[in-house]
């Protein structure tokens, strides 16, 4: 395991019932009163973006632009429009409402307008700190990837990461969270899950991100399958929200392991959603973790099952439990919602594993692994997930 931590966290999270009543608030502490709003297409349909516009009515927080369609996957030249609606209207913050799309079009939009550039390319890899910073407020209304707190974001396949882009505020209210259709919302909490459990066997023993990681897992444990099957209360609505936004900071702070290289490696080869191929390398890369891995893994087991079960459980196999318990998850919201647990179930065959072994060598969850992970291990990996 690692002997060398950093921990970056300066999101501030405001969670709970009528946490959206808090954005005018919030943007008046960041001087801003003129914010663009960008919302995802599907956060608008479902009325998320007019919960969002109600909270602050009335307040000193008037919205300069309103863009209530953005794509999943943001590109430059709406980037560039954007940038230059900003600047007419004279906006002087950034509200996002939405999934993994909507948050990286505004933090790139952030970064465009702290940068005073219109291209990704001069930006991608980033670390310093910008002259002028512009306020960001996140409201998700889907889990999975944690992208409404994390320092980085993919355009148009360029990475950047960087500390100025990481938002000021994220809002997570039961009014708007998990809005997405069952399979959508089940394949994101695995994706929020894996975050954890990568991050948790990544970080030194001594690091806050285990803390993250297991309030992770407990509130996916806890609240997904419910959401999933529409069983939910608003808390269960909360508690998902919740293990997204702590889950990007986690795996923010340590982001390796084989499930998400993979996972990515999949998603760029096949245009698959890279949440369902998050579901599919899972339990294999587990599967395929080092002794000590699985160790490690066992101190996860307290927050996958009750107090009860654990007390019953020897030592020996608290890391086999783990795992069983995990795989339980896997399988009943793989009933519940549809979402695919095998590769076979997908357009990837067996032909394609050499290229996306090879493509899941050069993601960054793989380069910062602290165990080495060649094309071979990928290679058994996608066999046993076949």
């Given amino acids: ?16 019932k009528d946490a959206l009543k808090t954005i005018g608030a919030e943007l008046e502490y960041l001087g801003a009163t ?34 209530n369609n953005a794509p999943n996957r943001p590109d430059v030249n709406l980037l560039r429009e954007m940038k230059k609606q900003f600047e007419e209207a004279k906006c002087d913050g950034i509200i996002a409402v939405g999934g993994e799309g909507a948050m990286d079009a505004a933090k790139a939009l952030k970064l465009f307008l702290s940068e005073n550039c219109d291209d990704i390319l001069p930006l991608a890899g980033t670390s310093k700190k910008p002259e002028h910073d512009i306020p960001l407020v996140t409201v998700p209304t889907e889990c999975g990837s944690g992208h409404e707190t994390c320092g980085f974001l993919e355009v148009e396949d360029k990475f950047v990461a ?3 882009i990481v938002p000021n505020v994220v809002v997570i209210d039961g009014k708007v969270s998990a809005i997405a259709p069952a399979r959508v919302t089940a394949a994101g909490g695995v994706y929020a899950l894996a975050n954890a459990i990568e991050a948790y066997i990544g970080a030194d023993e001594m690091a806050p991100v285990e803390i993250f990681a297991q309030k992770t897992v407990k509130l996916i444990f ?6 999933v099957k529409d069983e939910e209360s608003e808390e269960d609505c909360l508690g998902i929200g919740l293990a997204s936004a702590l889950g990007g900071i986690a795996y ?10 993979l996972a990515e490696a999949m998603s760029d080869v096949a245009n698959e959603p890279v ?22 893994l066992a101190g996860l087991l307290p927050y996958t099952c009750s107090r009860e079960k654990l007390a019953e459980i020897p030592a020996s196999e608290k890391a086999a439990r783990t795992i069983e318990n995990i ?42 692994s602290v ?9 058994k990996i996608l066999n046993d997930a076949y």
């Fill in 222 to 227: 806890d609240h997904l399958l419910k959401v």
């Fill in 327 to 368: 795989e339980t998850l896997l399988s009943a919201l793989r009933e519940a919602s549809g979402m695919p647990l095998k590769i076979r179930e997908t357009k990837i065959q067996r032909e394609l594993f050499g290229v996306v072994s090879g493509a899941a060598q050069d993601k960054r969850a793989a380069i910062s």
């Fill in 162 to 164: 960087t500390p100025s």
């Fill in 34 to 67: 003129r914010p663009l709003i960008l919302a995802s297409t599907n956060a608008t349909r479902m009325g998320a973006l007019d919960k969002v516009m109600a909270a602050f009515k009335g307040s000193a927080i008037k919205a300069g632009v309103i863009c």
């Fill in 252 to 261: 923010g702070n340590v982001p390796y392991g084989a499930a998400h290289a």
């Fill in 371 to 379: 165990v080495p992970i060649g094309q071979e291990a990928f290679l």
């Fill in 275 to 296: 949440e369902e191929m998050t579901g599919i390398t899972l339990l294999s890369a587990i599967n395929n973790m080092t002794d000590e891995q699985k160790e490690k």
């Fill in 1 to 16: 395991m690692r002997k060398y931590f950093e921990f970056f966290c300066p999101t501030k999270i405001n969670c709970g």
